[in-house]
């Protein structure tokens, strides 16, 4: 899909603040109401928005640690790989998990109340996954950089 410096700009509004106004989209990227409407729409319904969420605080919600783990497993089979991906997708506690290259399969991203909850969900959830050779943990002491993506370096369509 070819992004124009409109849609960009309405991105731009919607990514900094979901539940803004058509006007006020409107009056910050120079549109009125109607044509901002066309183009949400448009840019819903060809998967360039895949919906609206609200930014909550894990810490305010008793999660005050974050995990990083690596995964080695033992078989790279298709089937392997798959049920992995649909093991860790029932862990509520997972919040991003990645097939990459290098020396592990998998970098988990996990959201737990303390060590002890940690300890809990690998007892009870992810060391029962079948398949897994190794795994690393690491907890993240503080978060440097949390960002949107960079929509300043998106070269707007023609």
């Known amino acids: 899909m070819h992004l124009d410096k409109f849609d960009l700009a309405i991105l731009k509004v919607l990514q900094d603040d979901a539940r803004a106004s058509l006007n006020d989209i409107g ?10 409407w066309n183009r949400i729409k448009r840019m819903e319904r060809e998967g360039v928005i895949r919906g609206y969420t609200a930014d909550i ?3 305010a919600l008793g999660f005050m640690d974050t ?3 690596h995964v080695t497993l ?4 298709d089937a392997t790989l798959y049920e992995f991906g649909r093991a860790l ?3 509520p506690e997972v919040l991003e998990a990645f097939l990459v290259s290098g020396d592990y399969d998998y970098i988990i991203r996990i959201a737990v109340r303390d060590t002890r909850d940690y300890e809990r969900l690998l007892r009870e959830r992810l060391y ?3 398949g897994i050779r190794h795994s690393k943990s ?5 978060s440097l950089k949390q960002s949107r993506l960079p929509l300043s370096a998106v070269t707007p369509a023609a």
């Open 27 to 36: 009056t910050a990227v120079g549109l009125s109401a109607t044509p901002c």
């Open 57 to 59: 605080s894990p810490e």
């Open 67 to 69: 995990v990083i783990v």
């Open 74 to 77: 033992e078989s790279h089979s």
């Open 89 to 91: 997708a029932e862990i």
């Open 128 to 130: 029962r996954i079948p």
């Open 138 to 142: 690491g907890f993240v002491l503080r």
